[in-house]
């Protein structure tokens, strides 16, 4: 990243008019083919403002916003927007869109173009990038850096996303600590400028081992003459590359952190976390379970071709069809009673319906404190007992509500009576499974939010149609 | 809060063992009465070796993980733990737990440890408790402080907890504009700390205007002669006490803030807004969407008393049963078609389930989407018609399956058309309700999470079955 470009500092840019930009595509939109093949001068007027304002918009924004914008847009509308943006920014949109989206833009781009993107980024940058870019693009990007950042980026791209060492930079400030305040308040002013975010100095031997960080705000109150032994934090909260950045993310949650070193084995320094990837990969993660709770297989472009949407949908979708063939074919057992009471039929999708609910209920409730690690496995028992406490609290109190309807509506007791017992005993269903689903999940290391919601309906159906149509035929035949 | 206490900074807490932390609670609930009651000495040296290790632990532990431990204990176990944990930081934790947990906590203390409690918290922090807390404790808490202090808990108290007021704090650093680098130094010199999180001080006129901020990061590497006029930042990102906390979360995300100034409608500077505030609102905001969605009101204590667990769920579960109410009549108005052919009693589940699921994905991205702000209710026609192609392939597809699977199973290959023909209907019907709901709820300012899982297997359930068996009575009897 240049010096000039990182001024970002120094102004702030007016945040995306997102409905004013999206008319301003609209009235482009006719004129696309032209401006994409270069067309800088439209006939038509109205056109030609909205081109000088969207222009001027695009230079202005903030790469985060642009990147929003290019969220927003359908693929044709992406295309003339990407294609106006401005090329030094390149490479900063594509860090801030979803993957999604990236894949896209990059398969709008040619060779040359993407070096370009490229060209501006730290290692970390593009070691984030790396991935998504054809290999000849990289290969080529890596050949004009040098040895040390070579090295950084081929470290970084060995880490998995979902490791610390994978979201680390590489600009750090680092120190002795044998030396005074006033040295290092000297050596700073050498620099032109500091890294993003930095809120502390490492504190190095000789051979990068780490021994403890001094804090900006520690420096700025200390006498000249103290000396960074004196007054630096020895007892650091730091990160192996190696570990979960949720975890790394709890931390810097908990203990309000901005910055943080990353050490390897022996201590010794290799990179430091900010707090902006931090905040995304809490984004991500929080929105990652509500989409696997919801049975989607990751985030997805909203306008993604329709295959693509299919593809990204489609197992949990095949999953839920081979549950509901299985609810089905248990209301199939129990054909001969339907026949016999077609009432059945009618009341069965309550007694469902409610199981699925509650359910769903008490699996968000568990997955997001099994997220915030605020449950141990080992509690699993007490709040089991608690869920079915709500559970027949429940159950009775909307069971009663319930099979009062229905006696009422088919002016038959029996039926009533049944409702109350297959309601109560489908929510105790649901609570034990909403349970035990997310606790076993998390017990043998898998993710608790995957398809909790789509597991916990086909087992509240299943069951809720089985208990139902038993009782039914216990009692009522 | 007092100095010493601030000294986190100098040394790294253990991170909580809460495994290891449940074995000691477990081993000493049987004394638990006794330790209550104020007993240091207990008869048995397990529970004994166990007291002394949980305060070790109580001692050492940050008050963030602390909160967590609470979380994460059954009611009696929680009251010891708050029992054992170190007074002196019972308003950090205090601040650190959910409100229910609060509550819960709260409802333990007399007057006089409540007041000890609040005594170290900084004006915003006791703003923040205040809501919780017998109005006699607030009064007396407030008659404490000094003037200047009461007048900022008082304006803090005034805003929503959705406004930028509610999570502002007061501990700003600034100086005038006209100074030097070194003059500069010199005050910041005269401290003994600086505010935490401090990145940045502000620079007002004689009248408290804000006027730019000054960067730590700039300030260390200028030269001492520099006049601040020349190294600020004058378009400042800042914020407005009546602004929404969730914008304001988007702008620290986007331009990766650490601390922002909050001024008047004057631009007079009256407060400033910390990343690790802002962390808080991603997450609680996070997990407002998916509880909101799962139809859990609020956020819930995990161990709360089955009652208020029950008062927390009632009105989804009572909404479901509304919706389920209604479907189950629309099943009831075909009961003749059914008497004649059961098997469609056993197969209108399917067709009521995918839509279901198929709606859930569509409306978890939509809701998504609009809580990052990446959609434009104007471009909802767009998302529509893709939605409503995916639909289209996914009906086709899984329809024809099923259609097959009913055809083979019934040797009916009316039942097998119906089938097609009604999956594909109610996967339209989920997508477009699944885009028109969030999409409508977004544009009257309501909150496009709530409860919109509930409704829209509402419609998919009904729509389901009204389609189902209206196509079978139409063609098949």
Chains 1, 2 share one sequence.
Not at 118 to 130: F, H, K, P
Not at 256 to 284: C, F, Y
Not at 339 to 355: R, S, Y
Not at 423 to 446: C, D, F, H, S, Y
């Amino acid at each position: 990243m240049t010096e000039e470009h990182r001024t970002d500092d120094t102004r702030e840019r007016p945040s995306a008019n997102i409905e004013r930009i999206h008319q301003l595509v609209e009235t482009l939109m006719p004129a696309a083919a032209a401006i994409m093949t270069g067309a800088t001068q439209l006939d038509d007027p109205a056109q030609q403002a909205a081109l000088a304002e969207l222009n001027t918009n695009l230079v202005e924004l903030h790469p985060a916003d642009v990147a929003d914008i290019l969220e927003s847009l359908p693929q044709e509308e992406r295309m003339l927007v990407w294609h106006l943006a401005v090329p030094e920014e390149d490479g900063e949109v594509l860090l801030e869109v979803s993957d999604a989206v990236r894949e896209s833009l990059i398969g709008m781009m040619d060779q040359e173009e993407m070096l370009a993107a490229v060209d501006d980024l730290d290692a970390d940058e593009l070691a984030e990038l790396a991935d998504d870019l054809p290999r000849e693009v990289v290969h080529e990007a890596l050949s004009t850096r040098d040895a040390e950042e070579r090295a950084q980026i081929q470290a970084a791209m060995s880490y998995e996303d979902n490791q610390v060492g994978a979201i680390m930079d590489f600009e750090m400030l680092d120190i002795r600590a044998d030396v005074t305040c006033e040295v290092v308040l000297r050596y700073l002013r050498r620099f032109d400028r500091l890294p993003d975010h930095t809120d502390k100095i490492f504190v190095t031997d000789e051979d990068d081992v780490l021994r403890g960080v001094l804090l900006l705000r520690k420096l700025l109150v200390s006498a000249p003459d103290k000396c960074v032994e004196d007054i630096m934090i020895k007892d650091v909260v730091l990160f192996h590359p190696e570990d979960d950045v949720e975890d790394a993310a709890q931390a810097f949650e908990r203990y309000d952190l901005v910055t943080a070193p990353v050490v390897d084995a022996n201590r010794k320094l290799i990179g430091r976390i900010t707090i902006d990837e931090i905040v995304d990969v809490i984004r991500e993660e929080s929105d990652a379970d509500m989409l696997n709770m919801a049975g989607l297989q990751e985030e997805e472009d909203l306008f993604a071709p329709v295959l693509d949407s299919v593809k990204n949908r489609w197992m949990w979708l095949a999953i839920n069809l081979c549950t509901a063939f299985f609810a089905s074919r248990v209301i199939g057992a129990f054909e001969g009673s339907i026949e016999k009471i077609v009432a059945l039929a009618t009341l069965m999708p309550i007694v469902a319906g409610i199981g699925g609910n509650s359910g769903n209920q008490t699996i968000t409730m568990i997955v997001r404190a099994l997220a915030m690690g605020q449950l141990s496995t080992a509690q699993a028992g007490k709040l089991l007992r608690k869920e079915i406490g709500v559970a027949l609290v429940n159950g009775l109190l909307w069971g009663s509500v319930m099979g009062l309807a229905s006696w009422l509506l088919y002016d038959n007791i029996g039926i009533g009576f049944v409702m109350v017992a297959a309601m109560t005993l489908n929510l105790l269903l649901a609570a034990t499974v909403g349970v035990l689903i997310p606790v076993i999940m998390e017990k043998t290391g898998r993710d608790p939010a995957l398809g909790s919601s789509v597991l916990i309906t086909a087992v509240t159906d299943s069951g809720g149609f089985f208990i139902f149509l038993g009782l039914a035929t216990l009692f009522l035949l």
